[in-house]
């Protein structure tokens, strides 16, 4: 009976339903009212169906490349998983959206990104719902903070004017020795630093893609170091060598006033910066109540980027940072000049060699290796060198002490969403991976 | 009786087995593969849920994972991709609710092919209401509701490039269309802005958000295009397909949801040709996200359609093309790579290329650089990804389908603004014709149509005659053309090869020696063959395609052969 059925029930069903359909041959609807072909029904009738299975069987050849399969799953894995992330950052699904959305429309901004030498992954969120005032708040996984609070005024050129208060509470680390330092992570301090400070910046256009900015600064500052809290670490109280550096047992305070100038003659083509960019600094530290310490930083940045074709580019980064002490007990360590990562030196962790001095250079190999047709984005790579040091004064330099940096790695620049940048370091200290929502310059 | 006594079953089987061994000579036979059937994927069906996709998160999964997979598959090193699966016995889809017959059945003229699935068309003549808004995305527009109470999504084309996009979305839907895809009723329209009135109950997205539309957003919408010189607007207008839309197909899987989705999408004939005609029409944009499903109650089926043909021809839709579009993918896996490693200085050929645009209304079209081998989408796709020689070959006679004159009727329809604009578009359409016709007739040995008979004589021997595409189209001639052939009849035992020189005319007849033959040999029925018969054409001096099997079945009332298949 069901072989009877399972020869009979398909040209049925095809001639009922090929009577009344509009479109093709192939149209299923009842012509009388009765006898229609029902899902249910239609079920049965697919399930009598004898054609061609739904995809290719398994052969020979698919068991002979079965092993290369397994060997290229984890790297097809990666990359699927790498490209769910990337596509949940740029696009999250709807339900994150509506929630984000929701948050936004309170004045609530939010992102991710590091608040610190080793703050690790820190959340940061801000609320910009009644301006001029603003409140931001950053944790980290390690434990790090950052707040900040206070009122700014912007004018229509770029002007602007901010009064605020800041607490940061950082665990960092500390390499005793300058640019002989060993890298020994063991010594970590906690630093809290409250600021008060008054700042106002001029953005002074000289052509249309030349500006000149100017900062001026007036700071309150408090400092305090207390006992890293990693438990595989030393803290710098414990340690001999570094238990009696200026600002490990004291309270430092200072008033603080500068100035930066900045000339820019960047421009962006393309998504690629080109031009020149130098930044200068000036400030002064002047020590109040107990502290018995006054000193002075000066600092240069120079950014350069020299096309080759649209694709290729050479980049260079100069950069050199002094600190004097004019009287008093010197410079607290806290505030020396340094070498290490994104500020000179990236096969080194940040802060890796410090001193009153330092200076680098950063050079860059960029190419371009992709980019979005509706030129919204596109991955550069580089190839890297970058060579520094740090020591007590500029003269003190010698090519003997330089630590050099070399790798390679690769840079998102979204016109939206900012960097996402990843890198492999090699140099003295080893090998040193690094994945970073910004970029060295 | 046998149930009660099992081992009898068992020896008889046995018994008939001994039987037929000792009764003569084997008389092999060959399985016929099993063939589609038309109306299975047009069954009733509970209605399938609407689905909504992150387009980014899927397209960088296929372009990451899915490119991944394909560089790393052993089938691709050895270029032994899998066949389609859902062919006929002659190496053909069934029409069904994802294609239908309608250029390659040589019967289409060209007002036909011109006026695709259109009907009526907006009435511009009486006011156009404004029932939602689109301020921003890649194309801005609005959807209107017409007197008649049919809903239209109005697209405009890109200020400094008018009739671009609009042109390309209708001219290329009516080609798609003619070639046997569903699309929607594409149409240019020509309105006066005073002629739109905003609903009460219109929103707009703007910045992703909602929110009631106005008059000046509307005024904002229009202000993204350029008028025509006497104040009115011009635009495609795509009416909503019928049915309810359930989100857009993919290609590859099944739609789970959709028991009549029976074949995994990439191994679809009409998925994998559906790269040729995207090539011939340079449809870069050719993604899941411009496919759409629409459930079509009664009586109750899934329907397939592509939809959003702006991004064709020169069109980029925002803008012309792109030297690069459709010789790389947007996010290439390898090429980047291939970059990566060589510090920039590889260069892919499209990087050296000079953009020219051939007309503010045309875009960027090339004829002469196109290659329809490396014609690449925007995005790959797994369908397109394993297109085979077959598959390529399938696609190419649809597309050798549209003569001249279906060309010239369809481009009419995208009211471009002058003659020699048509003219420049109908020939850069007939040159890509012409190459795809050249390059992937010239990957198989392209005959059709085989025919047999046993020819009476002192020596038996069998005719084959078939159509030379090849010959046919006037991409060879028949006078550097032969032919290599090689039977294989397993029933009768025979196996012979030879060799033969091409007639005149399209029409071969190929005669093949039977020694060996028993005419008195009993036939063979149903989905069975009995022998295989190999032919490649040799051009000149190029064996470039690969053979042709045609299937013969033994026909003893009639002592001759049948074709019975076909693969390319």
């Given amino acids: 009976m069901s072989s009877i059925r399972k020869w009979l029930l398909p040209p049925v069903a095809f001639i009922a339903m090929c009577m009344s359909l509009d479109?093709?041959?192939?149209?299923?609807?009842?012509?009388?009212?009765?006898?229609?072909?029902?899902?249910?029904?239609?079920?049965?009738?697919?399930?009598?169906?004898?054609?061609p299975p739904p995809k290719p069987p398994f052969d020979a050849v698919?068991?002979?490349?079965?092993?290369?399969?397994?060997?290229?799953?984890?790297?097809?894995?990666?990359?699927?998983?790498?490209?769910?992330?990337?596509?949940?950052?740029?696009?999250?699904?709807?339900?994150?959206?509506?929630?984000?959305?929701?948050?936004?429309?309170?004045?609530?901004?939010?992102?991710?990104?590091?608040?610190?030498?080793?703050?690790?992954?820190?959340?940061?969120?801000?609320?910009?719902?009644?301006?001029?005032?603003?409140?931001?708040?950053?944790?980290?996984?390690?434990?790090?903070?950052?707040?900040?609070?206070?009122?700014?005024?912007?004018?229509?050129?770029?002007?602007r004017l901010e009064i605020a208060y800041t607490f940061w509470r950082n665990d960092e680390p500390y390499f005793y020795g300058g640019i002989d330092s060993a890298e020994d992570i063991n010594r970590v301090y906690l630093w809290d630093q409250q600021t008060f400070a008054l700042a106002g910046s001029l953005r002074l256009p000289i052509r249309p893609s030349a500006v000149l900015s100017l900062v001026g600064r007036l700071a309150y500052e408090d400092n305090r170091v207390g006992r890293g809290r990693d438990p595989g670490t030393t803290p710098i109280q414990d340690d001999t060598l570094t238990a009696g550096l200026f600002g490990v047992e004291e309270r430092v305070k200072y008033l603080r006033g500068g100035a930066i100038i900045g000339l820019d003659l960047r421009y962006n083509e393309g998504l690629q910066t080109r031009g020149l960019y130098i930044e200068g600094s000036y400030d002064h530290f002047f020590g109040v109540d107990d502290t018995e310490s006054d000193f002075r930083r000066v600092a240069v940045d120079l950014y350069g980027y020299l096309p080759i074709n649209p694709r290729q580019q050479l980049a260079l980064r100069l950069l050199t940072e002094v600190n004097r002490s004019l009287s008093g007990t010197g410079v607290p360590f806290y505030h020396l000049a340094d070498l290490g990562?994104?500020?000179?030196?990236?096969?080194?962790?940040?802060?890796?060699?410090?001193?009153?001095?330092?200076?680098?250079?950063?050079?860059?190999?960029?190419?371009?290796?992709?980019?979005?047709?509706?030129?919204?984005?596109?991955?550069?790579?580089?190839?890297?060198?970058?060579?520094?040091?740090?020591?007590?004064?500029?003269?003190?330099?010698?090519?003997?002490?330089?630590?050099?940096?070399?790798?390679?790695g690769w840079r998102l620049i979204t016109s939206r969403s900012g960097l996402l940048t990843n890198y492999i370091a090699f140099g003295d200290d080893g090998v040193r991976y690094r994945f970073r929502f910004s970029t060295a310059f | 009786m046998m149930r009660r006594f099992p081992f009898m079953r068992s020896s008889l089987g046995v018994a008939i087995i001994l039987l037929a061994a000792c009764s003569g000579p084997k008389r092999a036979t060959l399985t016929l593969p099993l063939e589609p059937v038309a109306y299975a994927d047009t069954l009733p069906i509970e209605p399938p849920e609407e689905r909504e996709v992150n387009e980014i998160k899927?397209?960088?999964?296929?372009?990451?994972?899915?490119?991944?997979?394909?560089?790393?598959?052993?089938?691709?090193?050895?270029?032994?991709?899998?066949e389609a699966v859902n062919l006929t016995r002659f190496d053909d889809v069934v029409s069904s609710a994802w294609f239908e017959h309608r250029i390659g059945t040589g019967r289409l003229s060209p007002q036909e092919a011109a006026r695709g699935p259109t009907t009526l068309g907006p009435d511009t003549s009486r006011t156009l209401t404004v029932v939602a808004g689109k301020a921003e995305g890649i194309s801005p527009g609005f959807t209107i509701r017409?007197?008649?109470?049919?809903?239209?999504?109005?697209?405009?084309?890109?200020?400094?490039?008018?009739?671009?996009?609009?042109?390309?979305?209708?001219?290329?839907?009516?080609?798609?269309?003619?070639?046997?895809?569903?699309?929607?009723?594409?149409?240019?329209?020509?309105?006066?802005?005073?002629?739109?009135?905003?609903?009460?109950?219109?929103?707009?997205?703007?910045?992703?958000?909602?929110?009631?539309?106005?008059?000046?957003?509307?005024?904002?919408?229009?202000?993204?295009t350029d008028s025509l010189p006497n104040g009115r607007y011009l635009a495609l207008a795509s009416k909503f397909v019928p049915g309810r839309p359930i989100g857009p197909f993919f290609f590859s899987g099944v739609r789970r949801d959709d028991p009549n989705d029976y074949y995994h999408h990439e191994y679809r004939r009409e998925l994998r040709g559906l790269y040729v005609v995207s090539s011939w029409l340079n449809h870069v944009d050719m993604r899941f996200a411009n496919t759409?499903?629409?459930?079509?109650?009664?009586?109750?089926?899934?329907?397939?359609?592509?939809?959003?043909?702006?991004?064709?021809?020169?069109?980029?839709?925002?803008?012309?093309?792109?030297?690069?579009?459709?010789?790389?993918?947007?996010?290439?896996?390898?090429?980047?790579?291939?970059?990566?490693?060589?510090?920039?200085?590889?260069?892919?050929?499209?990087?050296?290329?000079?953009?020219?645009?051939?007309?503010?209304?045309?875009?960027?079209?090339?004829?002469?650089?196109?290659?329809?081998?490396s014609w690449r989408a925007n995005w790959p796709n797994a369908a397109f990804r394993w297109v085979t020689p077959a598959d390529g070959y399938w696609g190419a006679k649809l597309v050798a389908g549209f003569s001249d004159e279906h060309i010239r009727s369809a481009i009419k329809e995208g009211h471009l603004p002058t003659e020699e604009v048509e003219r420049t578009l109908a020939r850069i359409l007939a040159i890509r014709r012409d190459k795809i016709v050249r390059y992937w007739y010239g990957k198989v040995t392209p005959i059709e149509q085989p025919e047999v008979r046993t020819l009476e004589g002192p020596e038996p021997a069998l005719e084959l005659a078939f159509d030379d595409l090849g010959l046919k189209e006037r991409v060879w001639e028949a006078g550097a053309t032969r032919y290599e052939w090689m039977l294989k009849d397993v029933y009768h035992q025979i196996e012979a090869a030879g060799r033969a020189e091409a007639g005149v005319g399209a029409r071969q007849r190929i005669t093949i020696p039977l020694d060996g033959l028993d005419p008195d040999l009993p036939g063979v029925a149903g989905s069975k063959a009995t022998a295989t018969l190999r032919i490649r054409a040799i051009r000149g001096r190029e064996r470039e395609g690969r053979q042709a099997t045609v299937l013969l079945r033994w026909n003893g009332a009639a002592a001759g052969y049948s074709a019975v298949g076909l693969r390319h």
């Fill in chain 1, 23 to 51: 479109t093709v041959p192939c149209l299923a609807q009842d012509t009388d009212g009765g006898g229609a072909v029902t899902p249910d029904s239609a079920d049965a009738i697919r399930a009598s169906l004898e054609r």
């Fill in chain 1, 62 to 159: 698919d068991a002979v490349g079965l092993p290369f399969e397994i060997v290229f799953f984890p790297l097809r894995v990666a990359g699927l998983t790498v490209a769910e992330l990337v596509g949940l950052a740029v696009k999250p699904d709807p339900e994150p959206v509506q929630f984000i959305e929701a948050l936004k429309d309170v004045g609530f901004r939010g992102g991710v990104g590091s608040i610190g030498p080793r703050s690790g992954v820190a959340a940061r969120g801000g609320f910009v719902g009644l301006p001029p005032l603003f409140l931001q708040s950053a944790f980290s996984i390690r434990g790090s903070q950052r707040h900040r609070a206070g009122l700014r005024f912007e004018g229509r050129e770029g002007e």
């Fill in chain 1, 341 to 408: 990562s994104e500020h000179g030196g990236r096969a080194y962790h940040q802060l890796r060699f410090q001193d009153l001095a330092m200076a680098a250079m950063m050079l860059e190999w960029r190419w371009e290796i992709w980019r979005e047709l509706h030129e919204r984005s596109r991955i550069e790579s580089f190839l890297f060198y970058d060579a520094g040091s740090v020591m007590p004064r500029l003269a003190d330099f010698r090519i003997d002490d330089v630590r050099r940096s070399v790798g390679i």
């Fill in chain 2, 58 to 82: 899927r397209l960088l999964v296929i372009s990451v994972g899915g490119e991944i997979g394909y560089g790393f598959s052993l089938r691709r090193w050895i270029g032994r991709g899998h």
């Fill in chain 2, 146 to 224: 017409d007197a008649r109470g049919d809903r239209y999504l109005v697209k405009l084309d890109p200020k400094g490039n008018l009739h671009m996009a609009s042109a390309a979305g209708v001219i290329s839907g009516r080609l798609f269309y003619a070639a046997g895809y569903n699309t929607p009723e594409d149409y240019i329209v020509v309105f006066d802005a005073a002629r739109l009135a905003v609903d009460p109950e219109a929103e707009i997205t703007v910045e992703g958000e909602d929110r009631p539309m106005t008059e000046e957003d509307l005024a904002r919408v229009l202000a993204l």
């Fill in chain 2, 292 to 373: 759409l499903d629409a459930y079509i109650d009664p009586p109750g089926y899934v329907r397939h359609y592509l939809i959003d043909f702006a991004a064709t021809l020169g069109s980029g839709t925002i803008r012309p093309h792109k030297p690069r579009e459709g010789s790389e993918f947007n996010f290439a896996f390898w090429p980047s790579v291939g970059r990566v490693l060589t510090l920039g200085f590889y260069q892919h050929g499209w990087e050296g290329v000079e953009f020219e645009e051939y007309h503010s209304s045309l875009g960027w079209f090339p004829a002469e650089r196109f290659e329809p081998g």
